[in-house]
């Protein structure tokens, strides 16, 4: 079945710092979404990207869907302790995908001042 | 305000003993899931269902159940609680190709 990985697994880095995470998925995707989990809360939506090569920014969050539509990337620029939590890339497969989602496995972003 | 509510938000259980955990959404989604989040696993799907009367097993089933007799409600039901089974517990719903929607999630411990 359709996997998806997402690297590193945890990241702490000083305010003012960049970060990034990276997703990729064993299938070629439909689109891609990425969401956000606070500490304690629920995942959120960010945003979603379909086109190969598309990128997005909300921010200072820039995002990145591949040219073959098997990888993403998430990049925050300058980090605040706002920007804490968990980020989940979210794939739905390009056939045989139905509605669902698969998840990727997280990163987990620390931010110290 | 369309929402997705599950509850409870907290069970303890016994070993061996049947939970149902309840998902209630307001959005008239036709597509729900059921998620399980552990430490270095994300957030793993156990079953999902695309309209009234349809489920679908997930990557993790084993020791689940759904029911879908209406649009709103997606109970999942473990038929014999087990301590590989305490985690934390999504329940998510979305269109067709649009963002999903996740509650507030349910903590359940087995013991």
């Known amino acids: 079945g359709q996997q998806v990985m997402q690297i590193p697994q945890y990241q702490h880095v000083q305010e003012g710092e960049d970060f990034t995470t990276y997703c990729n998925s064993s299938t070629t995707l439909s689109n891609i979404q990425w969401y956000k989990q606070r500490p304690g809360g629920h995942p959120v939506f960010l945003i979603q990207?379909?086109?190969?090569?598309e990128v997005k920014k909300q921010k200072r969050l820039t995002f990145q869907f591949g040219e073959a539509k098997k990888n993403s990337s998430l990049h925050i620029t300058a980090t605040q302790t706002t920007d804490v939590g968990t980020y989940f890339c979210a794939g739905r497969g390009l056939t045989g995908g139905g509605n669902k989602l698969t998840f990727g496995t997280g990163t987990q972003l620390k931010v110290e001042l | 305000d369309a929402e997705i509510t599950q509850s409870p938000r907290h069970k303890i259980t016994e070993t061996g003993r049947q939970v149902t955990l309840a998902c209630h959404q307001t959005?008239?989604?036709?597509?729900m899931f059921w998620y399980r989040q552990d430490l270095g696993h994300g957030l793993r799907l156990i079953h999902y269902?695309?309209?009234?009367?349809?489920?679908n097993k997930g990557e993790v089933s084993d020791g689940y159940s759904v029911s879908r007799s209406n649009t709103e409600d997606l109970p999942l039901t473990l038929e014999s609680a087990a301590s590989s089974q305490t985690s934390v517990y999504f329940c998510?719903?979305?269109?067709?190709?649009?963002?999903?929607?996740f509650g507030q999630g349910t903590r359940l411990t087995v013991v």
């Open positions: 269902s695309y309209g009234v009367q349809d489920t």
């Open positions: 959005w008239n989604h036709n597509n």
């Open positions: 998510a719903s979305r269109g067709t190709n649009t963002e999903a929607f």
């Open positions: 990207l379909v086109k190969s090569g």
